[in-house]
T-cell receptor
Framework: GENVEQHPSTLSVQEGDSAVIKCTYSDSASNYFPWYKQELGKRPQLIID?????GEKKDQRIAVTLNKTAKHFSLHITETQPEDSAVYFCASLYQTGANNLFFGTGTRLTVIP | DTGVSQDPRHKITKRGQNVTFRCDPI?????LYWYRQTLGQGPEFLTYFQNEAQLEKSRLLSDRFSAERPKGSFSTLEIQRTEQGDSAMYLCASSLARGTGKAFFGQGTRLTVV
């Protein structure tokens, strides 16, 4: 099955700085890559996603880039704010078989005021 | 509330007991996923339905686990003879099979086996 690796596991940044989280995937057939934000005790919330037919997508302060050749994708958060502090998960839609979403192990982002 | 809902939110059970969780997906969503999440980890895929058909089961899903979605709407996840290692958050998500395929999660059921 698909293997999604996510780095770093923890990330601390000063308020206003940028944060970058990187993920790699193993199945070249995967074609959909969402990112979820999970605050303590809450459900994962979809914040942005990208399909394999585009290389970059942006939504206000967050952006995602995809390199299909290298099989990696990244989440970029600019002008970080304390409310960005959470655990972020990348995921890959595994197209071989039953279209399962496989998740990375998460990155705990702390934005220091 | 038109989101994914799960019941109960919390469940404490003694080892060896059976438990059942329920998930109500977003009404027009025909795909339904079950995941398990332990502290500090990402959601681990357990099983997946498209309408009433269970199309995929993870090797994580032992014989003690069974899931159903009898009418293609709500789903139940049953764990028989619970073990302490079953303690986790059980998350349900739903999506459309066509279109964007965006998956939305419920709030989860936190299971504690004592």
């Amino acid at each position: 099955g698909e293997n999604v690796e996510q780095h770093p596991s923890t990330l601390s940044v000063q308020e206003g700085d940028s944060a970058v989280i990187k993920c790699t995937y193993s199945d070249s057939a995967s074609n959909y890559f969402p990112w979820y934000k999970q605050e303590l005790g809450k459900r994962p919330q979809l914040i942005i996603d990208i399909r394999s037919n585009v290389g970059e997508k942006k939504d206000q302060r967050i952006a995602v880039t995809l390199n299909k050749t290298a099989k990696h994708f990244s989440l970029h958060i600019t002008e970080t704010q304390p409310e960005d502090s959470a655990v972020y998960f990348c995921a890959s839609l595994y197209q071989t078989g039953a279209n399962n979403l496989f998740f990375g192990t998460g990155t705990r982002l702390t934005v220091i005021p | 509330d038109t989101g994914v809902s799960q019941d109960p939110r919390h469940k404490i059970t003694k080892r060896g007991q059976n438990v059942t969780f329920r998930c109500d997906p977003i009404s027009e969503h025909n795909r339904l996923y079950w995941y398990r999440q332990t502290l500090g980890q990402g959601p681990e895929f357990l099983t997946y339905f498209q309408n009433e058909a269970q199309l995929e089961k993870s090797r994580l899903l032992s014989d003690r686990f069974s899931a159903e979605r009898p009418k293609g709407s709500f789903s139940t996840l049953e764990i028989q003879r619970t073990e302490q290692g079953d303690s986790a958050m059980y998350l349900c998500a739903s999506s459309l099979a066509r279109g964007t395929g965006k998956a939305f999660f419920g709030q989860g059921t936190r299971l504690t086996v004592v």
